[in-house]
């Protein structure tokens, strides 16, 4: 099993023009996105040119959106952030979030034979036993420039590829692995390297204007059902029927009194009507 992540089997394996030529791995680390925001706010940033990444077989402190945390017992998985310059409009951030889910999903449908979805805005699920549960999960982080454009970002992803069903974290949306949900491991080598083809290409069409938006939506679970979307610790936003997504990734939600609600991202939440 092609399973080392260290930079000399991947530079061997790579098939990308740009992305993660530059690369560096670390053994264990706090969170893979804080060491690339550090480098960036305290200037040593601009050493990395874009499609640098850094990827580690153990976070200490794992971060998922605001304060949550994102767990993964060492060596199981694959836990990397990418520093982006895009350059893009600022409201384009969501297209990046399109790109990571799209490419993760492409990669591990090539390597795996799993039919995978993504739940919005953010997760990368697909359907195990009855139920949809999530694999991956994706966090970014980045600045603006005056002109309202992306300096810079960082975009972390952490997918759970051969985590056994033991040692799965306990979350309140089912948590799976590959492993798990396929029967058997992966090479997360080979999964790594795909990943960052189907990134870049995704990426540089995107910096020709061409929208991920369609096959990003294509993927999406719970359209045309009922969910409530809610913000953290408070109570539920909006609760109606998912009628699509607009080209920046806005959920278009109709709600009981048929008016239409366009919720951002954010720090927004999903879940499906009957869990309430
Ligand atoms: C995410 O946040 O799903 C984004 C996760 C990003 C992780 C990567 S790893 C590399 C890079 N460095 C970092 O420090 N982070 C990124 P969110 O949508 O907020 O989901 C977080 C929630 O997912 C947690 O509150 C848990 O309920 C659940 N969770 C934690 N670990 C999980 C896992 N391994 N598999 C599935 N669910 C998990």
Redesign the pocket.
């Known amino acids: 099993m092609r399973d080392s992540l260290k930079p000399e089997e991947v530079q061997q394996a790579l098939k990308t023009t740009w992305l993660g030529r530059a690369y560096r791995y670390v053994a264990a680390v706090g969170?893979?996105?804080?060491v690339l925001k550090a480098e960036e706010s305290n200037g040593d940033g601009a050493s990395n040119a874009a499609g640098t990444v850094l990827l580690t077989d153990y976070?200490e402190?794992?971060?998922?959106?605001?304060a949550?945390?994102?767990?993964?017992p060492p060596g199981s998985?694959l836990?990397?952030?990418i520093l982006l310059r895009p350059g893009w409009p600022a409201e384009r951030l969501s297209w990046l979030t399109m790109i990571c889910g799209l490419a993760v999903s492409e990669a591990v449908e090539q390597q795996s034979g799993l039919k995978t979805y993504m739940k919005w805005p953010?997760?990368n699920v697909l359907e195990h036993e009855n139920k949809w549960q999530?694999?991956?999960?994706?966090?970014l982080e980045g600045g603006i420039s005056k002109q309202g454009a992306l300096d810079y970002v960082v975009a972390?992803?952490?997918i759970?590829v051969n985590?056994p069903a033991g040692e799965?974290?306990r979350?309140?949306?089912p948590?799976t692995s590959l492993l798990v949900a396929n029967g058997r491991p992966l090479s997360r080598l080979d999964l790594f390297c795909a990943i960052l083809s189907h990134f870049e290409e995704h990426y540089d069409r995107a910096g020709q204007g061409v929208s991920p938006h369609a096959a990003w939506q294509e993927r999406l679970i719970y359209m045309n059902e009922r969910v409530l979307v809610s913000r953290l610790g408070q109570g539920v936003d909006v609760a109606g029927q998912i009628i699509g997504t607009d080209t920046f990734g806005q959920l278009q939600i109709r709600d009981d009194g048929g008016a239409i609600h366009h919720i951002a991202a954010g720090d927004m939440?999903l879940r499906p009507y009957l869990e309430q």
Do not use: C, H, V
Request: glycine letters at 16%; aromatic letters at 10%.
């Open positions: 969170s893979t996105n804080d976070q402190r794992g971060r998922g959106r605001l949550r945390s994102w767990e993964a998985s836990l990397f952030s953010n997760d999530k694999y991956g999960g994706i966090l972390g992803m952490g759970n985590i799965l974290p979350t309140s949306f948590a939440t």
